[in-house]
Nanobody, 124 residues
Framework: QIQLVESGGGLVRAGDSLRLSCVGS????????MGWFRQTPGKEREFVAG????????SYADSAKGRFTISRDNGKNTLYLQMDSLNVDDTAVYSC?????????????????WGQGTQVTVSS
């Protein structure tokens, strides 16, 4: 089991950048494939980006490609999401999640552990 805590959300203007962080509670963080998801009111939670345990493989939703970068520092038990060129459609609660699977998955059910989320609001 692992607890995840996100931080870094806030209110920004369109075109600005934000970096989200997700800290895992244990050194076992390195054994999990990690993902970022987001959710807006009335919509289902959607995959944003994922990263493998230790070989640097990444995967992005089409909406994130070219603007967001996922990374991790296993020595600090921390996952990051660098978000550039933000637009109003990026407004959502962003959550990190951990999966015991080797491959990066885009479906919610493949992730066993979730953080509480951090709000990102982008104004025009």
């Amino acid at each position: 089991q692992i607890q995840l805590v996100e931080s870094g959300g806030g209110l920004v203007r369109a075109g600005d950048s934000l970096r989200l962080s997700c800290v895992g509670s244990k050194d076992t963080f390195r054994y999990f494939t990690m993902g970022w998801f987001r959710q807006t009111p009335g919509k289902e939670r959607e995959f944003v980006a994922g990263i493998s345990k230790n070989d640097g493989r990444t995967s992005y939703a089409d909406s994130a490609k070219g603007r967001f970068t996922i990374s991790r520092d296993n020595g600090k038990n921390t996952l990051y999401l660098q978000m550039d060129s933000l637009n109003v459609d990026d407004t959502a609660v962003y959550s990190c999640a951990a999966s015991i699977l080797i491959d990066i998955k885009m479906t919610l059910g493949e992730y066993s552990y979730w953080g509480q989320g951090t709000q990102v609001t982008v104004s025009s």
